[in-house]
Nanobody, 114 residues
């Protein structure tokens, strides 16, 4: 069955960096565009970044553009989110998602605080 396992979250100071990973299984990973979403306490889940299945075309929410970078390794069935210049407003649970597949993993907590 479909499985998405996010990892790499943690506590980081403002201005710091983290790299999130998402290991996918149960579907043909290379055929699907992948996205990262996040959900802060009391807020709705919001889209953060997306990468196409072929060609690696990327798109970002305005709030993270220039600071975050999404990438993928189709040989390893993994999608990444490199997060730099982190701000307290980036604090949230981060989820990866395969476009068109109704499934959400457990997410990974990112906390940006001094």
């Amino acid at each position: 069955q479909v499985r998405l396992v996010e990892s790499g979250g943690g506590l980081v100071q403002p201005g710091g960096s983290l790299r999130l990973s998402c290991a996918a299984s149960g579907f043909t990973f290379r055929n699907y565009a992948m996205s990262w979403y996040r959900q802060a306490p009391g807020n709705e889940r919001e889209w953060v970044a997306r990468i196409t299945s072929i060609g690696g075309i990327t798109n970002y929410a305005d709030s993270v553009k220039g600071r975050f970078s999404i990438s993928r390794d189709n040989a390893e069935n993994t999608v990444y989110l490199q997060m730099n210049s982190l701000k307290p407003d980036d604090t949230a649970v981060y989820y990866c998602h395969a476009d068109g597949i109704v499934y959400w993993g457990q997410g990974t907590q990112v906390t940006v605080s001094s």
